[in-house]
């Protein structure tokens, strides 16, 4: 471990790349809104009020002036999560009345067990979710125990609603969980869509084929990354280097990628957001360099902060301590 350390730290330079355009796909407004959306669910689950099981139910937190889109919304939280051991993982499962969603979403890295999951990097045995899969074990280990928790609250959320379509979403390891439960939720038949921010590999080349194509009609994926972000890409890149990749196993990230080429604190437009197709494609964020911390921090509207989230400093104003992800 300790030499891989190195390389999964912080390697964090402000890249001055100018960023081509790879044959793409544009995505359509009404994607472009989801995006926003989901992001700012994302957000939300940093927000202590928002997985604090003593709260009751309350419509999602969050500050107007970053989530605007949720805060229009007619929501409302049905289960707060925290505390699930092994990992540290909080969120929580929300129905939108105004969109017809229902939403669960994971909260990314702010205490020392969040960060030992994320560097669980060595991988485990996943075929339960398909053939040949491999996962990394922090997150497989983290997301057993979620299964187990919230198996029963979601089961009642959606017989509560069942019309409503159920989304996971999450911002890094969130994501990184988003992704995983997603998986176990379709090998059980149940469609589910996905919407990932920054969101680092969580498994070998043979499980991201699987989930760029064995469940397609059970759910959509929407992998989103920013820029140069460095943690879609700093397991995929280590296990290629000479000397990290002697202890890193081989990771792979999945297709479709929607890379976002605006800069910080720009606003994004259709023509912004590149679709990138092609397990392990290096046209989008993964060909980019180490990458850096900035653009980590950085989907729609500059929401993540270095002591968690921003948006939710008025409610919570206790300083989240830096995840190994940089969160």
């Given amino acids: 471990m300790s030499l891989v350390l190195p390389l999964l730290g912080a390697i964090c330079f402000v890249s001055s790349i100018a960023y081509p355009y790879p044959s793409r796909r544009e995505i359509q407004p009404s994607l472009l809104n989801h995006f926003v959306l989901f992001a700012q669910y994302s957000v939300a689950s940093s927000c202590t009020v ?41 969120g929580f499962i929300a129905v939108d009345h105004t969109d017809d969603l229902l939403v669960l979403s994971f909260r990314d890295t702010v205490s020392k067990a969040n960060g030992q999951t994320d560097m669980g990097y060595l991988q485990v045995d996943a075929s339960t979710a398909c053939q040949g899969c491999k996962a990394h074990a922090g997150f497989w280990t983290a997301i057993g125990a979620a299964l187990i928790n919230l198996s029963r609250a979601l089961e009642d959320a959606r017989a509560r609603y069942p019309s409503h379509r159920l989304v996971l979403t999450g911002h890094s390891l969130g994501g990184a969980l988003a992704t995983l439960y997603a ?36 759910g959509a994926n929407y992998r989103v990354t920013h820029a140069d972000d460095k943690t879609p890409k700093i397991l995929y890149r280590a296990s290629r280097a000479a000397v990290a990749g002697l202890v890193v196993p081989e990771y792979s990230q999945s297709s479709p990628e929607n890379w976002i080429t605006s800069g910080n604190g720009e606003s994004v437009s259709i023509q ?38 921003i948006a939710c400093l008025a409610n919570d104003p206790g300083t989240v301590p830096k995840g190994v992800w940089g969160n």
């Fill in 272 to 309: 912004d957001v590149q679709v990138i197709e092609g397990v392990n494609n290096e046209a989008g964020n993964l060909g980019r360099d180490w990458g850096n911390i900035r653009d980590h921090s950085w989907y729609f509207g500059g929401y993540q902060s270095m002591c968690g989230s």
């Fill in 183 to 218: 998986v176990l939720l379709r090998v059980r038949g149940v469609y589910v869509d996905l919407y990932t921010f920054g969101a680092p590999s969580v498994r070998n080349r043979a499980f991201a084929r699987a989930i760029t194509t064995e469940w397609q009609g059970l």
């Fill in 50 to 90: 928002n997985h604090n099981i003593s709260t009751g139910e309350h419509p999602v937190y969050c500050d107007e002036a970053y989530c605007s889109l949720l805060k229009a919304a007619n929501t409302e939280v049905l289960y707060a999560f925290q505390d699930i051991f092994p990992g540290d993982t909080a």
